[in-house]
């Protein structure tokens, strides 16, 4: 009970902070750098390992470099998903541009659903939420829950304020039947990690044998809905602009592993330009092959 309350207190606490303007919260976010990255050194061994191991051609001094911009852009990331609370649609779609989105108008128009991959890089959840408040078709986001369910609950609204409808991941088939009769778009954040009975197969990404979740491949090639990714560029401080790239538009013709190598490509390109923007906090690389 006590505990519920603390967690009521804080929900509320996050909707004050969001009605501050976000010049003021990136004030708040350099101060909550130097918290995270050195007084606490918040998961600060997992990112330089991950770092690290992915890019073994980088020296030391610029490794530590790409970590300090990391943790500076995690900071800012945070005060903005606050912020989303009760940001506006015209905020909203002054922050986050797109170009391509005439692609999937064209699917959507001849009755088809298409699928949409892309990683946890810049802000993919204002993406997420602009995408909503710019497409005719339903836009269904396959996600993993928040075992806390009170901040779950705050976080879902947040998300589907604009529209958009949320799936948690093991009820994906479900939700794909709920909506069976009217194209939609199905976004999946392709790089999460399976858990362990989840991990069937190994790609190499960034150097690394890593487990790859193959929702998107074994939906795609049942349903042959054609892929599009979502490459996300980060223009300036809390801006952002979507390509929508095609990457597979006939899935059943790919071979098996074909298109799970492929949006890990993808995304491992991205990461490259500008690595970051990649969660690199994430525990990515638990598993390992047998």
Known sequence: MI?????????FFLFLISLLPLPLLFFFARLLYYLLYYLIGYRKKVVRENLTQSFPEKSPSEIIEIEKKFFRFLSDLIFEIIKMTTISKKETLKRVTFKGLEQLEVHFKAGESVLACTGHYGNWELGTLALGLNLS???????????NKIFESWFSKIRTQYGNIFIAMRQTLRGMAAYKNEPT??????????????????????????????????????????????????????????????????????????????????????????????????????????
């Open 185 to 290: 778009l199905l976004c999946f954040a392709s790089d999460q990690a399976p858990t362990r009975e989840e991990t069937k197969y190994f790609l190499d990404f960034l150097h690394q044998p890593t487990a790859a979740l193959l929702g998107v491949e074994k939906i795609a090639k049942s349903t042959n809905r054609p892929i599009y990714y979502f490459k996300v560029t980060v223009v300036k401080k809390g801006y952002y602009h979507v390509e929508v790239l095609p990457m597979c538009l006939n899935p059943s013709a790919m071979k098996e592993y074909e298109i799970t190598n492929l949006h890990f490509k993808f995304l491992e390109d991205i990461i490259k330009e500008q690595p970051q923007y990649w969660l690199w906090s994430h525990k990515r690389w638990k598993f390992k092959p047998e």
């Open 137 to 147: 078709a339903k836009t269904l986001v396959i996600y993993k829950p928040l075992s």
């Open 3 to 11: 505990k519920r309350g603390f967690a009521h207190l804080g929900v």
